[in-house]
């Protein structure tokens, strides 16, 4: 993950926040933090930096203010495509050599190993 982080310069999680936010504007956090699979105070970190990095912007929810709502501002909807695109070069350089058929292969192989995990 350091390595995702020091070629793309953002997180794996915080680039999932920032697309889950493009498909879908005002998320709840707490919707936002199931999404993405972490834990309460993990979400906040990375939302409190995306914030300060002017990405998105919290504010409380007028219909219910015990919960915080999250979009995304013109900066974070401009970045993420540039996050994404070196997100494929990223995934690109580290599947080189592989054939289609073990691409496929190691996607199946991994997911059975996370739904595996999450069964524990």
Do not use: W
Request: a positive charge.
């Amino acid at each position: 993950m350091a390595k995702f982080e020091q070629c793309t310069g953002i997180s794996k999680t915080r680039l999932e926040i920032l697309r889950l936010l493009l498909e879908e504007e005002n998320v709840i956090q707490r919707e936002l933090q199931k999404k993405v699979n972490i834990d309460p105070a993990a979400i906040t970190r990375h939302l409190k930096q995306l914030e300060d990095q002017g990405m998105i912007i919290r504010r409380k929810n007028p219909d219910d203010h015990r919960f915080s709502l999250v979009h995304l501002t013109e900066k974070g909807k401009g970045s993420i495509g540039a996050y994404c695109e070196d997100k494929k070069r990223v995934v690109s350089t580290i599947l080189n050599g592989f054939t289609e058929q073990e691409k496929t292969l190691l996607a199946n192989m991994l997911k059975r190993l996370l739904d595996n995990v999450n069964q524990l």
